[in-house]
């Protein structure tokens, strides 16, 4: 198996996506609160791009980090 297929094996077993999921979830809904909540709660322009992108980065970083450590102790 290469590389990027192990890669993309772990992205999508024992749970990562789940627990990825609930990570973008908290941190993603606080950054938006922290960043867009005057438009959010004062009814001012929302950029949907950046909301969407605020979740997706947690979900990448959380997948990364679990991938990294599964890799780390597959190869210790």
């Known amino acids: 198996m290469s590389r990027w297929q192990s890669v993309v094996a772990l992205a999508f077993s024992d749970g990562v996506p ?16 922290i960043n867009q909540g005057d438009a959010i709660f004062g009814g001012g322009s929302i950029n949907w791009l950046k909301l969407g992108l605020t979740f997706v980065v947690p979900y990448c970083v959380s997948t990364h980090g679990a991938i990294a450590a599964k890799l780390s102790t597959a190869t210790s």
């Open 18 to 33: 789940r627990r990825a999921f609930y990570v973008a979830l908290l941190v993603g809904g606080l950054l938006n609160l």
